[in-house]
């Protein structure tokens, strides 16, 4: 059956609907179960005595005087540790030349950045082992540092890990067609150097674990804010040597995770191996300040690139030239090359051209480790690609719309593969761009900043068009050797009562995964979404899944929700019409009832065929089956990817005496194949713009030059905040996804995505008056003073 999802005259349409959260009302008043409202039986905390140097020898321990705190249990170092618990190496087969060395819960002999745990203590309360921890006397012998990435392969720069011979993590070159004839036989080159600050996520709740141990059950639980549960599972079984089917991991509500409670982390799994020494429940949760220099860090990027334009404005080639620092470790198990690499096949996104080149250099230094994030490389490229692509018309005199319009791929030309080798489906850019247009007033726009400009104010508009990857298949780290499941699944069962459950193993972590779970899973069945039960993160009851990540909710869990589903109505109606003595082709399932597929006339309630199925199955033909539970997993295989794309617009105001920027109003289009639940698509959107924002303008992770983090607290490390932020204006354009029956694509990321490019050119357009340009992130007051000559260097 074909359903014509959103077409509000069809019975039980809710694809495409606003429909309220299922979770909503608990949230709001404060019934929201998080880790830290978890309390066990027996349970005790740990807090870790975390390394104060970048780079030092851990010569001796002593734990006498921390043992003699009241409440104090247990001192344990990493050693201790190492017994239980092996090692990990953070490297992917598909990733050529990327190494790591062994990383510990622990350091062993040797910590490598600020904030590396060295030892733990656990007591009956948080307070006292905190307490304890304070009185634990580690003798360090410092160690020469390694804090700048474009000074870190040189050969008189100490070798971080000397068994891996240099400090290179990871080098790749991206390479089509004939780059250096391009540029030669351009009409104009420009050139321009980008950099990102490291920043990191600032979640509502922090990184938290409780891990209980039941020896006489050999069964491990660990309840976690996580957004991959049964990676987790997988990640504790292995290096604690116990079956997966020992080791269940439990994800309830989440405060927030943008990417930073996707990984592996050191402490927690400490706190699991922990737990398993002692026999008994043991809690991580991570305090505000730890988490500045434990939660991984993200993009810290320094970029040369250049972009060749023929005297029309048509783009010839880019090249790239990519650097950023990792850290101490790559990270387990998905890589800190991650970023660099998507930087590199993403640049160009949304362009025709034939000529590219694009390289990576990925270096190790003694400073937090950075992972993935948000949009994982994707504001980088956005930057560079929109950046270059806004001063190659300011060159040509075009004006910034035009200079797209010219270069982007024809919205009827695909399939297609980009000079970077990404195999795009179905994108739509020219079909966003005109929306924006539209939706901004464009040429409006530019008489307001006209006349402002009469009166000595500098006002910009920025553009910014870019793709986005989502529902990932196997190729992004099943290919390279990490247990990251890409397939998703989703069990639906009805109850006596007819109501519905549905089991999934994608995880809520805020965005909204309950109410997309339950629209879905109300219209492939045929009951109202108040009618479903959505139940996620429990890896010992969901089907087998990859969790939420890379905007893969809706596109892959929902997918094989759908089929679940729709596979449960079809087996609820194969009943019904042996009941009914009718054809089974000619019912249908509508708000809870058996009806007449082509007169709506209600035929039987759900509740009274749950009644027979489940109490008086002896009253039903023997050979029938009466199944009312099905299961379906999905999987993407034709596409590595599923492209999407969009366009963001940014109205700035630089105040030239001071250098602060003012948001006047922020638009983005985006293309997220088939939409689920709009307004919780347009709040994704806004939060990640939200987020890009706050990477464009004020986030920046410090450090001095002996590797320590000079502002690791709220208050020295800038975050946007209500006050700052414009007004947003979102529209869409859809173009499902053929690789699916639902369409869906994803989300979540593509504000992030496209804002910081948008907000740069905007402060640009707004400068270029002046003479002045910027292309550093953040763009501090400070930044743009020194662009305008305001300030010397």
């Given at each position: 059956?074909?359903?014509?999802?959103?077409?509000?005259?069809?019975?039980?349409?809710?694809?495409?609907?606003?429909?309220?959260?299922?979770?909503?009302?608990?949230?709001?008043?404060?019934?929201?179960?998080?880790?830290?409202?978890?309390?066990?039986?027996?349970?005790?905390?740990?807090?870790?005595?975390?390394?104060?140097?970048?780079?030092?020898?851990?010569?001796?321990?002593?734990?006498?005087?921390?043992?003699?705190?009241?409440?104090?249990?247990?001192?344990?170092?990493?050693?201790?540790?190492?017994?239980?618990?092996?090692?990990?190496?953070?490297?992917?087969?598909?990733?050529k030349g990327l190494k790591s060395p062994p990383e510990h819960p622990m350091a062993v002999d040797r910590a490598c950045w600020v904030g590396e745990p060295v030892v733990a203590v656990v007591a009956t309360s948080r307070a006292a082992a905190e307490d304890g921890a304070e009185l634990v006397d580690v003798d360090y012998e410092q160690l020469p540092v390694v804090t700048d990435m474009m000074t870190a392969l040189d050969k008189d720069t100490p070798v971080l890990h000397p068994e891996m011979g240099d400090n290179l993590a990871f080098q790749r070159i991206n390479e089509e067609g004939d780059i250096e004839a391009a540029f030669a036989g351009a009409h104009r080159v420009v050139s321009a150097q980008f950099s990102t600050a490291r920043h990191t996520g600032i979640t509502l709740e922090p990184r938290s674990i409780l891990v209980d141990w039941n020896p006489a059950e050999a069964q491990m639980t660990a309840y976690h804010a996580t957004q991959a549960p049964h990676m987790m599972q997988t990640v504790l079984a292995k290096h604690l040597n116990l079956a997966e089917s020992r080791v269940r991991v439990i994800c309830g509500d989440v405060g927030g995770s943008y990417g930073i409670k996707v990984h592996v982390y050191p402490d927690e799994v400490a706190t699991a191996a922990i737990a398993k020494i002692m026999g008994r429940p043991v809690k991580f949760i991570a305090d505000r300040l730890e988490s500045f220099t434990t939660d991984i860090h993200a993009r810290d990027h320094k970029i040369e690139a250049k972009i060749a334009v023929d005297k029309d404005g048509k783009i010839l080639g880019f090249d790239v030239d990519d650097w950023?620092?990792?850290?101490?470790?790559?990270?387990?198990?998905?890589?800190?090359?991650?970023?660099?690499?998507?930087?590199?096949?993403?640049?160009?996104?949304?362009?025709?051209?034939?000529?590219?080149?694009?390289?990576?250099?990925?270096?190790?230094?003694?400073?937090?480790?950075?992972?993935?994030?948000?949009?994982?490389?994707?504001?980088?490229?956005?930057?560079?690609?929109?950046?270059?692509?806004?001063?190659?018309?300011?060159?040509?005199?075009?004006?910034?719309?035009?200079?797209?319009?010219?270069?982007?791929?024809?919205?009827?030309?695909?399939?297609?593969?980009?000079?970077?080798?990404?195999?795009?489906?179905?994108?739509?850019?020219?079909?966003?761009?005109?929306?924006?247009?539209?939706?901004?007033?464009?040429?409006?726009?530019?008489?307001?900043?006209?006349?402002?400009?009469?009166?000595?104010?500098?006002?910009?508009?920025?553009?910014?068009?870019?793709?986005?990857?989502?529902?990932?298949?196997?190729?992004?780290?099943?290919?390279?050797?990490?247990?990251?499941?890409?397939?998703?699944?989703?069990?639906?069962?009805?109850?006596?009562?007819?109501?519905?459950?549905?089991?999934?193993?994608?995880?809520?972590?805020?965005?909204?995964?309950?109410?997309?779970?339950?629209?879905?899973?109300?219209?492939?069945?045929?009951?109202?979404?108040?009618?479903?039960?959505?139940?996620?993160?429990?890896?010992?009851?969901?089907?087998?899944?990859?969790?939420t990540w890379a905007s893969r909710g809706a596109g892959i869990g929902g997918e094989a929700a759908l089929r679940a589903g729709r596979a449960l109505r079809e087996s609820i109606l194969e009943v019904a019409a042996t009941m009914l003595q009718a054809d089974q082709n000619n019912l249908d399932i509508r708000d809870g009832e058996v009806v007449d597929s082509d007169t709506g006339a209600a035929r039987m309630p759900l509740e009274e065929l749950g009644r027979i199925v489940y109490f008086r199955g002896d009253t039903l033909p023997e050979d029938l089956p009466r199944e009312l539970v099905q299961t379906r997993h999905y999987i993407t295989s034709e596409y590595p990817f599923a492209f999407t794309n969009g366009v963001q617009a940014s109205y700035v105001e630089v105040d030239t005496d001071t250098g602060e920027v003012t948001l006047l109003k922020h638009w983005c289009v985006e293309d997220c194949g088939r939409i689920i639940n709009p307004q919780l698509v347009d709040e994704q959107i806004r939060g990640g713009i939200v987020q890009g924002l706050g990477g464009a303008l004020f986030e920046e992770i410090h450090y001095d030059e002996e590797g320590q983090l000079l502002n690791g607290s709220m208050a020295d490390y800038l975050v946007p905040m209500a006050a700052e932020m414009p007004d947003m204006v979102i529209g869409h354009v859809e173009t499902p996804t053929k690789e699916s029956e639902l369409g869906a694509k994803g989300a979540g990321e593509a504000g992030t995505a496209g804002a910081p490019a948008a907000v740069m050119n905007a402060i640009n357009d707004a400068l270029r008056p002046k003479g002045a340009q910027v292309s550093a992130m953040p763009f501090t007051p400070e930044r743009i003073l020194r662009a305008l000559g305001e300030i010397e260097d």
């Open positions: 059956m074909t359903l014509q999802f959103g077409n509000p005259d069809r019975p039980n349409s809710y694809i495409g609907k606003t429909v309220p959260r299922p979770n909503a009302a608990r949230l709001v008043e404060g019934r929201g179960k998080y880790v830290d409202d978890i309390v066990l039986p027996r349970m005790v905390h740990v807090a870790f005595v975390r390394s104060p140097f970048a780079h030092a020898n851990i010569n001796s321990i002593e734990t006498a005087d921390a043992l003699s705190v009241k409440g104090v249990l247990r001192v344990l170092t990493g050693a201790d540790l190492a017994e239980v618990c092996t090692p990990w190496v953070a490297v992917l087969a598909h990733l950023t620092a990792i850290g101490a470790y790559s990270v387990y198990p998905r890589t800190s090359a991650i970023e660099g690499n998507q930087v590199i096949n993403l640049c160009g996104g949304p362009y025709d051209f034939a000529d590219y080149r694009a390289k990576t250099t990925v270096v190790f230094q003694n400073k937090t480790p950075t992972c993935q994030y948000r949009a994982v490389g994707h504001p980088i490229a956005v930057a560079i690609t929109e950046g270059l692509v806004d001063m190659a018309a300011a060159e040509l005199g075009l004006d910034p719309i035009e200079i797209r319009r010219r270069n982007m791929y024809a919205d009827d030309a695909y399939p297609v593969t980009s000079p970077a080798k990404m195999r795009f489906e179905g994108l739509s850019h020219h079909q966003s761009m005109d929306k924006l247009v539209e939706l901004m007033d464009y040429d409006a726009l530019r008489a307001d900043q006209a006349e402002a400009r009469k009166k000595g104010i500098y006002r910009g508009i920025g553009i910014a068009a870019f793709i986005e990857l989502t529902n990932p298949s196997p190729f992004m780290y099943g290919i390279g050797g990490a247990r990251i499941s890409a397939q998703d699944g989703c069990t639906v069962r009805m109850d006596p009562d007819g109501s519905i459950v549905a089991l999934s193993g994608v995880t809520e972590q805020g965005q909204g995964t309950e109410a997309m779970l339950s629209q879905i899973v109300a219209e492939g069945v045929g009951v109202r979404p108040n009618n479903v039960r959505v139940i996620t993160g429990d890896t010992q009851v969901t089907p087998y899944g990859g969790g």
